[in-house]
């Protein structure tokens, strides 16, 4: 059962979709992951894509984040999200948004929007991490959706390919954590 680790909603246990289709971050992982970006979070605008419980952007913006935009494609998921921002007390709130869509076409209406963010953060299913990666980097990288100073950062598995010289970003940096690595990207 996912968690919020720390800050504004600290403690407040997190709902997970039934069945294997979702893959919440461990706990550990999620407090490698801000543990290294903890400077960047407060008033920054966060971008989580392949939501799933939407925990991730949760604490991001517990932790301080502006705003938050979470993406997600499936329906039950979805559900899940909105009963963990009522648990939050942000289901009708400014700051965080839920948008179901697939993560490229919202990307891209995203940026048709003239919304940037800082940090984007992304969990896609891991057989198919590399490749979504990949036309991630493509979009930040023709456009403007990420700041200039801003970080991408991609959550993907040890036990499967993941390329980062394909990628069209500039590659920071990878941490494993077990079967989890998060590989760290810029413009």
């Keep these: 059962m996912p968690r919020v680790v720390a800050g504004d909603f600290r403690g407040i246990q997190l709902d997970a979709p039934k069945g294997d289709n979702t893959r919440p971050t461990g706990d550990k992982v999620k407090e490698a992951l801000f543990s290294i970006i903890q400077s960047r979070v407060p008033d920054c605008d966060f971008l989580e894509l392949f939501a799933g419980t939407g925990q991730v952007g ?31 007390r942000k289901e009708n709130s400014d700051e965080i948004t839920l948008i179901r869509g697939g993560y490229e076409q919202v990307l891209n209406k995203l940026l048709e929007a003239g919304k940037t963010f800082d940090i984007i953060f992304m969990d896609p299913p891991y057989r198919m991490a590399e490749k979504s990666a990949q036309i ?4 930040i990288a023709n456009s403007n959706v990420l700041n200039d100073d801003g970080i991408l950062i991609v959550e993907h598995s040890s036990d499967l390919p993941f390329v980062t010289d394909v990628m069209n970003l500039k590659f920071n940096r990878s941490c494993n954590y077990g079967l989890a690595v998060l590989s760290f990207f810029s413009k």
């Design 58 to 88: 949760i604490e991001a913006l517990s932790r301080g984040a502006n705003s938050v935009v979470l993406v997600e494609k499936a329906g039950a998921a979805c559900g899940v999200i909105k009963t963990n921002l009522k648990k939050i």
């Design 136 to 139: 991630v980097c493509d979009i």
